[in-house]
């Protein structure tokens, strides 16, 4: 079993930036694909951004290009997103995910990842 630990979330303003963090631990990580997926209230989780298990690779949502950055440190068994620029619509709650699959393969469908955390609240006021 793999254990996922989000943390970093809050209230911010548009236009700030939050730096979320999820730590993994019960197995190693470091060789599978891991993404931040997101859910606004009375909408569907969507995908925001994914990264190989050597973070060699990354991809993001369009919604979220150029604003947010995924980022791994295997010996810490940690993957973080930096999320910039923020706005209102960013509001959700964000989910940390481990695709239990050896491949190199980023899929934006929520069913492809077999481990998940409890999610962090993100609110952007305007």
């Known amino acids: 079993q793999v254990q996922l630990v989000e943390s970093g979330g809050g209230l911010v303003q548009a236009g700030d930036s939050l730096r979320l963090s999820c730590a993994a631990s019960?197995?190693?990580?470091?060789?599978?694909?891991m993404a931040w997926f997101r859910q606004a209230p009375g909408k569907e989780q969507e995908f925001v951004a994914g990264?190989?298990?050597?973070?060699?690779?990354?991809d993001y949502a369009d919604a979220v290009k150029g604003r947010f950055t995924i980022s791994r440190d295997n010996l810490k068994s940690l993957v973080s997103l930096q999320m910039n620029s923020l706005k209102p619509e960013d509001t959700a709650v964000y989910y940390c995910?481990?695709?239990?699959?050896?491949?190199?393969?980023?899929?934006?469908?929520?069913?492809?990842?077999?481990?998940w955390g409890q999610g962090t609240q993100v609110t952007v006021s305007a």
């Open positions: 995910a481990v695709r239990w699959r050896l491949s190199v393969q980023i899929p934006a469908i929520a069913n492809e990842y077999q481990y």
């Open positions: 019960g197995r190693p990580v470091s060789a599978y694909t």
């Open positions: 990264i190989t298990g050597n973070g060699g690779r990354t």
